[in-house]
C-alpha cells in the first residue's frame, strides 16, 4: 500500500531564508508525486509534480522538490520565503489507480 | 480558462433542508471530482465521475448525491446532513482521470455549515 508522511505539522521561518518542508513516502511501485499549497479558504494549487523524468522538479513561485529514491524523500525547498508564502501544504502520492494519498500537511508560517 | 468554479461559496442548512452545490469547468477535462476538507486535515475524496460516468464512490453516506449533467458540470446534492458534515466542499477536473500523472485543477470550495 501507498503512503505519505509528512514529518513537520508546522514550521516557522522569518522572510528571506530558506524553506525545508519534508515529506516520505512508501510506495510498492514507481510513485507519481505531488506538492499541492493552500491558502487560507482557498482550493489547493499544484506547485509541482514529479513523474519519473528528472529527479529534481521545479515548480511555482519559486520552489523545487528532490526526488531520493535511496531515501523515498521528496522535500520542498525555496531558497528565499516570501510572506505570501505562508500556507498550508500538501505532499501527495498517487496510487495505482488515480486516487490520490494526501499527506497531513505543514503549515508554513512566514513572519517579517 | 484554468478555472473550477464552485457555487455558493457558503452555505448555511439545517438538518432537514435539501441543498445542492455547482461545480463548473470549461477547460475540456472528462473528470470530475469531489472532496471534502475538515478544518486543519487533508481533502478526503468522496466522488469521480469520469467521461459522465461515476467511477469512484468513496463509500459516502447516501444523503450525498452526486450528479454529472455533462462534461463541464458537477453537482452535489445535499439531503437530511447532519452538524459532522459541516466542512469545506472541494470540487476538482484533470484531463482524463485515468492515469496516475494527471494535474489535479481545484476550485476554491463551499464552506458547509449545517446546524
Redesign the interface.
Known amino acids: 500500500a501507498q503512503s505519505v508522511t509528512q514529518l513537520d505539522s508546522h514550521v516557522s521561518v522569518s522572510e528571506g531564508t530558506p524553506v525545508l518542508l519534508r515529506c516520505n513516502y512508501s510506495s510498492s511501485y514507481s510513485p507519481?508525486l505531488?506538492w499541492?499549497v493552500q491558502h487560507p479558504?482557498?482550493?489547493?494549487?499544484?506547485l509541482l509534480?514529479y513523474?519519473s523524468a528528472a529527479t529534481l522538479v521545479k515548480g511555482i513561485n519559486g520552489f523545487e522538490a528532490e526526488f531520493k529514491k535511496s531515501e523515498t524523500s521528496f522535500h520542498l525547498t525555496k531558497p528565499s520565503a516570501h510572506m505570501s508564502d505562508a500556507a498550508e501544504y500538501?505532499c501527495v502520492v498517487?496510487?495505482?489507480?488515480?486516487?490520490?494519498i494526501?499527506?497531513?500537511?505543514t503549515t508554513l508560517s512566514v513572519s517579517s | 480558462d484554468t478555472e473550477?468554479t464552485?457555487t455558493p461559496k457558503h452555505l448555511v442548512m439545517g438538518m432537514t433542508n435539501k441543498k445542492s452545490l455547482k461545480c463548473e469547468q470549461h477547460m475540456g477535462h472528462r473528470?470530475m471530482y469531489w472532496y471534502k476538507q475538515k478544518a486543519?486535515?487533508?481533502?478526503e475524496?468522496m466522488f469521480?465521475y469520469s467521461y459522465e460516468k461515476l467511477s469512484?464512490n468513496e463509500s459516502v453516506p447516501s444523503r450525498f448525491s452526486p450528479e454529472c449533467p455533462n462534461s463541464s458540470l458537477l453537482n452535489l446534492h445535499l439531503h437530511a446532513l447532519q452538524p459532522e458534515d459541516s466542512a469545506l466542499y472541494?470540487c476538482?477536473s484533470s484531463q482524463e482521470?485515468?492515469?496516475?500523472?494527471?494535474?489535479?485543477?481545484?476550485?476554491?470550495?463551499t464552506?458547509l455549515s449545517v446546524l
Not at chain 1, 94 to 100: E, K, R, V, Y
Not at chain 2, 97 to 109: A, D, I
Open positions: 507519481s505531488f499541492y479558504n482557498k482550493g489547493l494549487q499544484l509534480k513523474t500538501f498517487s496510487d495505482q489507480g488515480t486516487a490520490l494526501f499527506g497531513k500537511g | 473550477v464552485q473528470a486543519k486535515k487533508p481533502p475524496l469521480v469512484i472541494l476538482a482521470g485515468r492515469t496516475r500523472n494527471e494535474k489535479l485543477f481545484f476550485g476554491s470550495g464552506q
